[in-house]
């Protein structure tokens, strides 16, 4: 082998290990609970990382996802332009999977959403709480974060008690879905993440 063929498969090595910073892949590996979690075709766009299945965040992205990026860009191509939408982010495992005591700890809730928009990648809607990325403690492991897509029925628009609001720790989604009348999920998504300095 030549040195200019060398160079050549050392730049597609580089180039490829960048293109999976952008796609869905990792080393390391999801149960068979957190794989089957994924179903819908919701999609999410981080700026460097794109997200349509399940997964593990990379390594080389925790510390971005979590403290650098915005709120990711959403799209379910499928939704019915005619329908409004509920759309939440939410922590199943906090502090820690092993000791979920501040379970379903709420990252983001947004109401409202035509669907319209939805299919062209716009989550616009009435926020109810604002975006707040994933960032699990140091030293609790791997985190599920779980994005979930209701249908909102007409003419009620959700919104939080005052206790709700008041923390975003213990929130019972499921008292949330039934008191509105939520349909769904008809799409969920997820990605497992820890704390990028562990």
Request: charged share 20%; net charge negative.
């Amino acid at each position: 082998m030549n040195s200019s063929t060398i160079c050549l498969l050392a730049l597609a090595c580089i180039l490829g290990t960048h293109q999976n910073v952008r796609g869905t892949t990792t080393r390391e590996e999801l149960s068979l609970e957190d794989k089957d979690f994924c179903n819908g075709g919701l999609e999410l766009r981080y700026p460097g990382l794109d997200i349509s299945s399940c997964l593990v965040i990379p390594k080389d992205v925790r510390e971005r996802i979590s403290m650098e990026w915005a709120a990711p860009d959403v799209q379910l191509t499928s939704a019915d332009q005619k329908k409004n939408y509920v759309f939440m982010m939410v922590d199943p495992d906090a502090p820690s999977r092993a000791n979920p005591t501040r379970s379903y700890w709420r990252h983001w809730l947004l109401v409202d959403i035509k669907g319209s928009r939805l299919g062209l990648g716009d989550v616009e809607g009435t926020v109810i709480s604002e975006y707040a990325g994933p960032t699990p403690p140091q030293g609790t492991g791997f985190h599920r974060y779980q994005f979930l897509l209701y249908e909102q029925g007409a003419g009620q628009v959700p919104k939080l008690s005052e206790q709700e609001g008041s923390s975003r720790g213990n929130w019972d989604l499921q008292a949330f879905v039934e008191k509105f009348g939520l349909v769904g999920p008809v799409a969920s998504l997820q990605f497992l993440t820890q704390n990028y300095k562990d």
